[in-house]
């Protein structure tokens, strides 16, 4: 693989431990049950949006699916709108309507989430079309489940993008559960990224455990795409640390499991690309961040009466 330089793993690391800690304290204030609507978590995921949202630019568009935490974060949205979002409040990304699965951005790109699966993948498509017919220079990306390539939205987008060799990336989270039944019960080809080949797309397979792996991967896909050169399918295995959807439950780390997180920090230091110092200066910072969303969000007020009749 390689080689990063110190601005590639510091943009890396930080959109990892921001999606890590945001989750984290989602888990940690759900059985408050003031956060009132479902959440799906990204631990254990966030390799897959940190090493993609790493590599786009700000200019860049990325959708996302029911478990969008991560990748929004990644994208660099702040915290104060999300927790807002999570508690309901007017100040929130979506003014308090949207909750967890609805999360948007566009001043950073995030265009927006969907609860239904694979749902984000032709308005992903319908982005990148818009931008080869304005002549814009930025790249969709699109987060979806391993089950979203059961939905022919997935299919039909996949062929149109080769077709017209549209600027789009196309993101496979593959954590082997759609909701609780396992791959091998509902896929007779275990290998989702080789749906590429009959649609004559580049795809490939990269452990999300390994980040690095998934930025240079990602990396690539982006030029083709700026460069005319169309879409590509990425497969990123991963794995899903929490239940399908939190309700009173706390979040439980599997035991055993590497860590996508540890794993980068590692490899950063032992490349010499930052030292512990600048470890904790970004942690110290991303906690900061959530402090301050916490208390701008409990302290926001909830939506009026009058906003059920506005954006509908």
Sequence with gaps: ?????????????????RARKFDEKVGELYPE??????????????????????????RDKVWAGHRCHAA?????????????????????CSRGKGGSMHFVAPEVGVMGA??????????????AVAAKLRGEDFVSAVFFGD????????????????????????????NDVSTATVLFKRQA???????????????????????????????????????????TLIEVMVER???????????????????????FEMFAKKQNLFSEDEVNKIKKVVDDEIIDALKFAKESPYPEPEELYLHV
């Design 114 to 127: 969907s609860a239904v699966v694979g749902a984000s993948i032709p308005l992903a498509l319908g982005s």
């Design 241 to 263: 640390w929490s239940v399908h959807v939190l309700t009173s439950e706390r979040y439980k780390p599997v035991t055993g499991k590497e860590d996508p997180v540890v794993n």
């Design 189 to 231: 080809n275990l290998d989702l990224w080789k749906h590429a080949e009959q649609y004559k797309v580049p795809g490939f397979r990269v452990d999300g455990r390994k980040p690095q792996e998934v930025f240079k991967l990602a990396q690539t896909a982006i030029t083709r795409a700026r460069v005319g050169e169309g879409p």
């Design 72 to 92: 929004v974060v990644a994208k660099g949205t702040k915290f104060r709108p999300l927790f807002a979002e999570l508690y309901g409040k007017v100040t929130g």
């Design 147 to 174: 089950g979203g390539v059961e939905q022919g939205t997935f299919h039909e987008s996949m062929n149109f993008a080769s077709l017209h060799k549209l600027p789009v990336i196309f993101v496979m989270e593959n």
């Design 33 to 58: 049950q003031e956060i009132r609507c479902p959440v799906h978590l990204s631990l254990g995921q966030e390799g897959s949006a940190a090493g993609v949202c790493a590599a786009l630019e700000i």
């Design 1 to 17: 693989m390689d080689s990063m330089n110190f601005v590639e793993a510091k943009k890396l690391y930080t959109a990892l431990v």
